[in-house]
């Protein structure tokens, strides 16, 4: 049923003029504004002594997706549900008439055509110069959410409710991410490109050049558990005129997600992990992971997208698998002759200020060989190897020698933990001894 409402009071000075979207000889489209609501001021008709005209309410940004061609103004119009003004104005500029309608009730010789859309280049000047540039820079951001993945940092502890310190979370959390990735990116670009590009220098070149447009691009932040929302910039990757490296720079960021921020760590996964980067670059991208997974504070959480459900990233409780991605190494002496330890106890005087700690026993005050030292493992021990807790320690652990081996034996929580190996390093043992002790207060907790 077609509601036309005539004669109604109307305050057109009311309206400000903001700038005329289509002129021919005289305005065609103008947008007005009143009362902070825009309004676009189309002319349809003109008759004897008149000109007849549509006023209806738009938001901006129905005026940006019309400026920039991507609706006409026939949808525009048609798709519009809010009152229309069919407004009668003498060529004086007095009103002369005006009705009320819906936009199903306007005449069709009323309406655009069907392929009415806008080819419009505003000058720096004019008014929807910023809109447009505001506009797509929203528009870009939406479009960098929509593909977006998630991870979120949770505290365990529910001391301080579900908020995180700022110390925590720069220091530890984010900068172990960061430098995973950073990691990751540098070992994937030489695996992918070195053999192709022989020039090592020119490589190394390439890959500087192009890593401030590899990062992800922090899209969306929530708080308490601090969650963010990371995406590849592809139009950043866009000036990038090697077609291979631009496809690599593309797809690095979300092979990264899937290798290095998985929930599984499946041996398809891992195989793949193993295959394709040297233990040196797996050392240096999964540590600062683990040392996440592993804190027995806070959990890290990975979705793929903003309406998806979180995971969790689980420390991997399988010691072949851990091992496997980063295997600690103790060396095996592989003489047939047998091998004689001995611990040797030194006494000397060093420079505090020398940061070398090397000590050449010749210039020592005394020395003595044993076979059996005791030492305490402390924080700084855990600490040292990347295993940090948040409460003091100081473990006994007894070292001695045998013909072809070294034992070390210590005990924590009454539980006995040993290790045997074949090696002078002494400190590969206490590394592996330690981080047995870890596991277990991992475990435990």
Known sequence: MKNN?????????????????????????????????????????????????????????????????????????????????????????SIVNIEITGSEFIDENYLPHEDSFLEYEPTSKSYYYSLIEEFKAKSYLISLRDNAFYVKFSPKNTKYSDTIGLNELANSLLSNLSLSFKNFLKADFFQEFQEIRTDKNKLTSLYKKLLPDLDFRMVDLKYGSFEVGLAVDSLMKGSIEDKEVKEWAIDVGYKYKNLVLDDDYDNDTVNKIVENYSEEDRKKIFNPIFQITENPNYSLQIKDSNKSKYSTIRRIKDKSIREKIIPLKIETNKTAIDTEYEIVQVTTVLDKNNTS???????????????KIEINLTNKHFSKYGFDLDFEVSIPLVITTEVNQIRLI??????PFEITYHSDKIDDGIQKITFNIYEYILDKN
């Open 5 to 93: 409402i005539k004669n109604i009071a109307f305050d057109f000075n009311s309206f400000e003029k903001i700038e005329d979207i289509i002129f021919l000889d005289e305005p065609i489209l103008t947008h007005l504004k009143r009362n902070e609501k825009d309004f676009l001021f189309y002319l349809v008709d003109t008759i004897e002594k008149s000109d007849i005209y549509l006023l209806f309410e738009v938001d901006e940004d129905s005026i940006y997706e019309y400026l920039t061609k991507k609706v006409s103004l026939k949808n525009l119009i048609q798709l519009n549900k809010n009152i229309f003004y069919l407004v009668e104005q003498d060529f004086e500029g």
């Open 357 to 371: 700690k090397t000590i050449k026993l010749e210039n020592t005050l005394f020395n003595t060989s044993t076979d």
């Open 410 to 415: 210590a005990t924590y929580d009454d539980y």
